[in-house]
């Protein structure tokens, strides 16, 4: 032992080091791809700036006329909308499920089908909803002329336009959800159902108390991607509607492109303001479902 | 903002590949990407290399978005030595911005100021021009000329008989006005139109300019006269759902009559089945009697940047360009009119009409988007489509459309 060098710099803190060291790549593309760019975000949407020319630091006036604008409240009020009804998404997914999950003739056929919605882009899913809902040859419109002798023009009433919005966006959010139950269905575990059965549970109880416990994975799941879907409703916004009538089916992420980007926009700085307003929303939500993550990690 | 980015990236990269400038070498970028305007471009092109063999073209193309979304990166970065744009307002951030040259004596050498005369004041900003035009079109009222026939209408020459006219359709089951205002810029048109009627064309462009409120009474008096169309449902239902060809189907099947449109409608009605003896076109009736005959004509452009590393050369292009024969030519390809009043006549029975209208014309507007500033353009259209569908609510969409006025011309 006496004569034993002394061990290297790198020999001593090895196991310190290593964890750094196999973290760098990710680390550094998270902090070039994240977190630089929501500094900057930040920091421009203190600036009056066109893209172009110099920019003007003029402190909170962007968030001052964002408060005096009344397409953001639009904005806002359409985003709670789409957060709250893009969440039947889940229960639909399940109802979906739980139908297909059975073993008949074809069902991986009748699986695929269901699973469709999702595969396609969502572009074409907001064209095929527009020629849906469009008034004259869609067959939406022509189902409620019959039905009622009206003709209802979804995309072009202010009322009904944010729910035909949303509504298209369901369709292929629904099949995700039933993705993921799918497969949180297929690791239930026999036995439990079985001493279910035998304590005589069945139906609507079965599900509730005995089934649904097993699949909070995947509805912790379901949830998270369906919430952030519904903030992030950008496509189906700017191919079905672009915010139009008159800005009515405006939500936040379609404003911030229009304001920053469009070809009337340009205004960077203000643009940057909505973009920390939205981010400020998801963080909330965010921050809920990394406390929930930390909590069960805890639990174990 | 990732998306700019990249777009900046990306139009850098192509310009830089395109900027190893020889002595004798113009590099023009343009957006023309459909395809009679890139033949129209192509033969321009060849015809002025024929012509100037000393001088090589290059050409980089783009689509439309992608050249609004990189003009503005290019002309800082790495200019081109001529690039397409539009007149108007449109051109007047690049100008004050110092990014387009004063071309004012490529004018005065070419005596373009009489030949491009008609063009004149929207290529002028401070006393000095800042492009060449090399074509435009007209705006008016397309109509169904056999279903006016069959219901004994002669095409409205004023306020009273177009009204007139709306009420006889309306009575027989024809909606009077096709439109579709999903895309939002063809009620442009007819706000542009019933100000230009009603207020005159100094009005107009005062407005347009930002230095009127939108809740002056003669605002509202346009309004007014145009809710005697818009409240009795002489438009289309549903316009707001559907997109400008989306109405043309309307016309054809003779549910409605009458369109508010460019000249490029006139190639869609043709393909939707109308004849040429189906269609026909009168300028928008007179409202306020008395006040001149504005229209309503979108120039299109050509401009040196002011960083273009070949002026010389590109003056020479863009004296080539404004030239009656390469605007004839030019624009037989495009199907539109050419600026130079010195140029053939067109063939076609609506670009003849058209020609005539224009040239007779008290002035030009070039287009509610394009005289106004974009974000007042944008708040302004979407108003206008508001208006369309709920006109009782005038007074409150007027209001707001002051609010981004005020704010964007402070």
Known sequence: MANAKPAGFWKRNQLKIAPWVFLAPGGIMFLIYVLIPIVQSV??????????????????????????????????????????????????????????????????????????????????????????????????????????????AILADERFVTYGIIAAGLWPQTAYCMILYLTGLNNLNPEQIEAARMDNARGLRLLWHVILPQLAPATFIAMVVT?????????????????????????????????????????????????????????????????????????? | MKTFKALAGLALSAMLMGSVAFAGEIVINSDHSDPAPKKAMEELIA??????????????????????????????????????????????????????????????????????????????????????????????????????????????????????????LKAAGVTPFAIGTKALWPTGGWFDYMDLRVNGYEFHMDLTAGQVPYTDPRVKAVFEKWAELVKPGYYLENHAAIDWQDAIPQMVQGKAAMYLMGNFAVATMKEGGLTEEQIGFMQFPEITAGVPMAEEAPTDTFHIPSGAKNKEDAKVFLAYLASPEAQAKMNATLGQLPVNNQAAKPSDKFLD??????????????FYDRDADAEMAKAGMEGFQEFMVKPGEVDRILERLEKVRAKVHQ
């Open chain 1, 43 to 152: 920091w421009i949407s203190f600036h009056d700036w066109d893209g172009l020319g110099d920019k003007v630091w003029i402190g909170v006036a962007n968030y001052v006329e964002l408060l005096d604008d009344d397409t953001f409240y639009t904005a806002l009020k359409n985003n709670v909308l789409w957060l709250v009804l893009y969440l039947l998404a889940i229960p639909m997914g399940l109802a979906v499920a739980l139908f297909l999950n059975q073993t008949v003739f074809g069902i991986r056929l009748y699986k695929s089908l269901f699973f469709f919605p999702f595969v396609i882009s969502q572009v074409v899913v907001g064209l095929m909803f527009t020629w849906f809902y469009a008034p004259d040859f869609g067959l939406f419109s022509q189902f409620i002329k019959w039905l009622t002798g009206t003709e209802v």
């Open chain 1, 227 to 300: 919430v952030i879907g519904a903030l992030r409703s950008f496509d189906l916004v700017s191919i079905m509607t672009a915010g139009g009538p008159y800005g009515s089916s405006q939500v936040l992420s379609y404003f911030m492109y229009e304001q920053a980007l469009s070809e009337y926009g340009y205004r960077m700085g203000y643009g940057a303001a909505i973009a920390v307003v939205l981010f400020l929303i998801m963080m909330v939500f965010i921050t809920l479902f990394i406390l929930r993550m930390i909590m069960q990690e805890r639990n174990r």
């Open chain 2, 47 to 168: 015809d002025f290399q024929a012509k100037n063999p000393e001088i090589t073209v290059k050409w980089n193309n783009f689509d439309h978005e992608g050249y609004k979304a990189s003009i503005r990166n290019f002309l800082t970065a790495d200019p081109p030595d001529v690039v397409a744009w539009y007149a108007g307002n449109r051109m007047a951030p690049f100008v004050e911005a110092g990014l387009f040259e004063d071309v004012s004596d490529v004018w005065a050498a070419n005596g373009f100021d009489e030949s491009l005369k008609s063009a004149a004041a929207s290529m002028t900003m401070d006393g000095k021009k800042w492009g060449v035009p090399y074509t435009y079109y007209q705006w008016g009222i397309y109509y169904r000329a056999d279903i006016f026939a069959e219901q004994g209408i002669a095409p409205p020459k004023n306020w009273a008989e177009l009204l007139a006219a709306c009420e006889k």
């Open chain 2, 353 to 366: 009409a058209g020609f005539t209208m224009l040239s007779n014309a008290y002035a030009l507007a070039q």
